[in-house]
């Protein structure tokens, strides 16, 4: 759908909507995160139950009839 159209849909007024500016890095930039990519599903499980971290991010991206599609959780 058009963004015009949700914007009218849902009464979003785009002069109230804030603007986040991009964040850029240098290529040789690090994160200061640790990512980890289980094999499978039952691992994954037993790797959350002991993972003792304050901040969790899970992501899963998916494929449907060739379409990839992405979501993100942050406990």
């Keep these: 759908m058009p963004l015009h159209n949700l914007m009218h849909t849902f009464d979003i007024q785009p ?25 499978n599903k039952e691992n994954a499980i037993r790797e959350v139950q002991m993972d003792t971290s304050d901040i969790k ?14 979501a993100a959780v942050l406990y």
């Excluded at 603007?19 to 850029?24: Q, S």
């Excluded at 992501?59 to 599609?69: F, K, L, N, Q, V």
Aim: a positive charge.
């Design 15 to 39: 002069q109230k909507v804030e603007t986040i500016e991009a964040v850029r890095q240098d290529t040789k930039w690090k994160p200061n995160i640790k990512m980890h990519i289980t094999k």
């Design 57 to 70: 991010v899970f992501i899963d991206g998916s494929g449907i009839e060739g379409r990839i599609g992405v």
